[in-house]
């Protein structure tokens, strides 16, 4: 029951990602770990950036092709 636990977070992880749905928590967990004296953002700060950095302040997408 466990591994099939860790294969559904995972799974889920992977299909938010390919849909432009970053992960709040685990950029949580890694900024208390690597970077515990800076601010963490809110959850409505973090969605903002994530998507400002996807589609870009100016109205063009910032992709690779």
């Known amino acids: ?17 390919m849909v432009g749905l970053p992960d709040y928590d685990l950029y949580v967990l890694h900024r208390r770990i690597h970077h515990p004296d800076e601010p963490i953002m809110s959850r409505q700060e973090f969605f903002r950036e994530r998507q400002e950095n996807r589609y870009g302040g100016n109205g063009k997408l910032n992709r690779c092709c």
């Open 1 to 17: 029951m466990r591994d099939y636990r860790r294969y559904s977070s995972f799974l889920t992880r992977a299909a938010r990602l």
